[in-house]
């Protein structure tokens, strides 16, 4: 198929806006927007191509991009939309077969820390049933208001037991429960769950109650807090469970064996697994979190594509040019997950966000481009010269809104944290500028020429924001305010602004397990909603209303407090251990004297109490005679690793090299407490020690957030100014305009941080790259209405007129694109997940406080500048750049 180049020469354009404008007396912006084309002379070549349509596309497209590819998008339309979509199909490639797979929860978060490398090497020495090596465990949650403990509940535990370790299918290794602990203390010799289950039948009440209150006083009960040894009674007990697993098996696999574990136990008569029993496990949390992001997704992709094709449809209104946004849409996550499949990045709870954003931005791309079209199409301005016109204005915009974006995305390479969000998030704002600013144009030149010939009819082609329009009435009223009182209303929003900022920075930073669990309202209404919508079942919720309200713990419980030091074989060593659990602070438990603690003490003193020979060596080694060996330790430990080899290798390395201490936090404890005193622990100790586990990970997590933000906002913004002001001082040869372009986005940056706080969102490492992302995104919106405004200027110079003619029609692209953004991608606020809620919420919050700002304040910026320049004269800070 030949491509139609026949074009007429462009009609004289049409100047009805300056016919309805009041202009100003005098000669207002005459020294700072002066006729550029005296500044800016030849910029490597003029327009590209003579059917620019000379006046018409005046200093447009003067960058060398727009002037090779301009030529390209109206002669060659369909050559440049084939090439597109064979990328397309390499990009799909890519998504498809060379994904990294998917990570959720906190772990993704954890790593490459000093406190993540000490948990490293402890669960490498001392976990032997963690699934790198082989092994997992489980617990089975069992309640019963009137009293767990009863014989009939015991029975019932010892035949679950039982059934499962004789389950060759289930790989259990071991079970404990509080029925076998009770067996044992009547029978001592019973070692199987079936002769336990004997002892217990055989047991009168008395016997009964009187070795549970034993056995809960020696090896304390696997119980909820209700419990006292009086009443022998409780109303949840727990059995924990160990299999025996292949190394590195699919957690799916693991899941499998711990729900096939709950089904046994709902064969037994007396358990309900949808009343009185539930199972779990690290494999299932993982599992279910991952199941967050399907539930969430199933609900909410659909959602916000029903009000983005609503949105779009208002401002295409045209069946193509809705066809067309559509797949210019699809292409740019079709591409950046293409791209993260070839760079092995896998997908996360971290770059869900990237997603939204990138169509944020596209749609504001693609809404402009279009309108902007529009505009020259109405004046009778031939299709392939409408569309030079268009790129070659927009294109050098939307080149330096997408560097300046990539440069805020950017800023987030310089954290661990959010390293994969910067590079997936700045690819795929560049794929973005390629598919709308060059691809869509080509596309759209080629179906109006295919369509301009046929009786195939424009449903819409008039641009938003017309001046006619409700549209162009309303969105005016900046630069009304810019008539009357634009130093007053400008001192009035930076004092706005700077009260919104300092506001901001008392917003909280919070970070654990439970920022991954769902909404438990939102998880109530997903619950109401008809197949395929309704979520699915979450377990771990079950057991986390367990441990809260029974247990009187959290998911984490303790800190660790891991010790890797030679001197663990000095003669002072067991001493330095027992004086670090001394006087504990107040956010461990403790007795008042000693924090409540399971160390290598607690070994010893189990084993001495077993065996009577190293309870001998023991007390020949203590000198002192406080029961901790202080001579010759080796030998104690010696002793120790033949008398209880299991329980010493879970306490001390056979080197002798490495130990840890499991300290209990008070469940009233804040999570920094509890880290700053295990912190102290580890820090008052002349061994080596490194505060360790989980809730330390944790706050490592939320102090690399806060550093994050506040690193990547700072150099998007340092790096942002630089960019612009270079761009405008190359391009417009008026190095300030970058800063005025910085004034609106810098208020938006300030009113987000306020409302923060404000809504009570706290940083957390999904939301924590928003306040760098949202320059980017403010940047969108302000270099549109400079770049459109300066063009405005050079033909009409005067400033009032040329701001009104830049609101009407680029501020009319602008409001549909803010209103597609906030209400189709704001969606994300339906999420399950409340770190990804928190994260729609800012975005749309971002989005439109960008849009406010760029309407509303940047025409008095502009004023305010230009009336300073007046009276002070042009500043330069740097030659002119077309001298």
């Known amino acids: 198929m030949s491509e139609d180049r026949s074009d007429q020469p462009a009609e004289t354009r049409g100047e009805s806006a300056s016919e309805t404008s009041s202009p100003e007396s005098g000669d207002t912006g005459v020294t700072l927007f002066g006729s550029l084309s005296d500044r800016l002379g030849s910029l490597g070549g003029g327009s590209g191509s003579s059917s620019d349509g000379g006046s018409a596309g005046g200093s447009r497209g003067d960058d060398p991009f727009t002037r090779r590819v301009n030529p390209l998008i109206t002669n060659r339309p369909w050559t440049v939309v084939l090439v597109f979509l064979l990328l397309t199909g390499v990009f799909l490639g890519g ?3 060379g994904g990294a797979g998917q990570e959720a ?42 009293n767990v403990l009863s014989e009939q509940n015991l029975l019932r535990m010892l035949e679950f037991q039982d059934r ?50 034993t056995a809960d006083e020696t090896s304390g009960l696997p119980v909820s807090t209700d419990f006292t040894r009086s009443s022998a009674s409780a109303s949840v007990a727990q059995v924990a469970i160990t299999y025996d697993t292949p190394p590195m098996a699919e957690t799916s696999d693991y899941a499998n064996l711990q729900f096939e574990t709950q089904d046994l136990a709902n064969e037994i008569d007396g358990f309900d697994t949808d009343d009185n029993v539930v199972i779990f496990g690290d494999a299932i949390l993982e599992e279910e979190t ?81 309108n902007r079209y529009r505009e020259e199409r109405t004046t ?27 440069f805020s995305f950017g800023a987030n390479l310089l954290s661990d944290m959010t390293r994969d969000f910067g590079i997936v998030a700045a690819a795929g704002i560049i794929f973005t500028f390629l598919i709308f600013g060059v691809f869509l144009p080509a596309g759209k030149v080629g179906f109006d020429r295919l369509r301009e010939g046929t009786r195939f009819p424009e449903f819409g082609s008039t641009p938003l924001g017309s001046e006619q329009s409700f549209l162009g009435r309303v969105l005016p009223v900046g630069v009304h305010i810019a008539r009357a009182i634009p130093v007053l209303f400008l001192v009035a929003m930076l004092v706005i602004g700077t009260g919104a900022a300092a506001y901001g920075t008392g917003v909280d930073t919070e ?18 909603l008809p197949e395929p919508f309704a979520a699915g079942d979450y377990t771990f919720l079950t057991v986390l209303d367990h441990m809260e309200e029974d247990f009187e713990q959290g998911l984490e419980g303790s800190v660790t407090v891991y010790i890797e030091d030679p001197g663990l074989r ?86 002798r090299g490495a130990t840890r201490i499991d300290i209990q936090v008070d469940v009233d404890a804040e999570q920094d407490e509890a880290v700053a005193a295990a912190t102290e622990v580890a820090n008052d100790m002349t061994l080596d020690a490194t505060p360790t586990g989980q809730l330390v990970l944790f706050e490592t997590v939320i102090e690399q957030t806060t550093d994050s933000s506040i690193t990547s906002l700072f150099v998007a913004f340092v790096l942002t100014i630089i960019f612009l002001v ?71 110079e005067d400033t009032h007129e040329a701001l009104l003619v830049t609101v009407q029609g680029t501020g009319g692209a602008l409001t549909g694109s803010m209103l597609t953004t906030v209400c189709g991608l704001g969606v994300l606020y339906l999420a399950l997940i409340p770190l990804i809620m928190e994260f729609g919420l800012l975005l749309a919050l971002g989005v439109f406080y960008a849009w406010f700002t760029s309407i509303l304040v940047l025409p008095s910026v502009v004023i305010v500048w230009d009336r300073l320049e007046q009276r002070y004269g042009e500043l330069e800070w740097f030659p002119s750049a077309t001298a």
């Not at 290794?173 to 002892?199: H, I, K, M």
């Not at 923060?756 to 969108?780: C, H, K, Q």
């Open 380 to 406: 009778g301005v031939p299709i392939g010269e409408a569309m030079q016109i268009t790129t070659g204005q927009l294109t050098t915009a939307l080149l330096i809104v997408t560097l300046t974006t990539v």
């Open 511 to 528: 970070f654990d397990d439970e920022a991954f669990f769902p909404d438990e309202e939102r998880l109530e209404q997903y619950e109401a």
């Open 570 to 655: 000095d003669d002072d060593a067991l001493r330095e251990i027992d004086q670090a659990l001394q006087r504990p602070p107040d956010a461990f438990e403790s007795d008042g004297r000693q924090a409540d603690a399971n160390s290598l003490l607690d070994t010893i003193e189990a084993q001495a109490a077993a065996d009577p020979a190293f309870d001998a060596t023991v007390t020949r080694y203590d000198s002192s005679g406080d029961e901790i060996p202080d001579r010759e330790i080796d030998a104690v430990y010696d002793a120790l690793f033949d008398t209880a080899p299991d329980e010493t290798a879970d306490r001390l390395t056979t080197d």
């Open 95 to 97: 998504a498809i077969g």
């Open 726 to 796: 270079l761009s405008y001082w190359w391009l417009e040869g008026r190095a300030i305009y970058g800063v005025i372009n910085l004034v609106p986005v810098l208020l938006a940056v300030a009113l987000l941080a306020g409302s923060m706080r404000l809504f009570d969102i706290p940083l957390s490492p999904i939301n924590a790259p928003i306040l760098s992302v949202s320059i980017g995104l403010g940047v969108d919106y302000t270099v549109h209405l400079m770049h459109r405004f300066v063009d405005e200027y050079e033909e009409r």
């Open 290 to 370: 991952l199941q967050l992001l399907g539930d969430t997704s199933i609900v909410v992709f659909p959602a916000a594509i029903i009000l983005i094709l609503f949105f779009l449809l208002v401002a295409y209104r045209d069946p193509i040019d809705l066809g067309l946004g559509l797949v210019a849409l699809v292409m740019t996550m079709i591409w950046t997950f293409g791209f993260m499949g070839f760079a092995q990045i896998p997908f996360s709870d971290a770059l869900i966000t990237v997603f939204p954003l990138l169509l944020a931005v596209g749609i504001d791309f693609g809404i402009h481009i279009i």
């Open 164 to 213: 499962i370790e004789n389950d060759g299918d289930l790989r259990v290794v071991s079970s404990t429960s509080p029925a076998s602990l009770v067996a044992t203390q009547l029978d001592p010799s019973a070692t199987t769950p079936e002769e336990q289950y004997r002892a217990v039948d055989r047991a009168s009440q008395r016997q009964l109650d009187e070795a549970i209150a």
């Open 105 to 146: 929860g906190a772990d993704q978060f954890t790593e490459d820390t000093e406190a993540y490398e000490a948990f490293e090497d402890m669960q490498e020495n001392f976990d032997r049933g963690d699934r790198s090596s082989g092994g997992t465990s489980a617990q089975l949650f069992i309640t019963d208001e009137r």
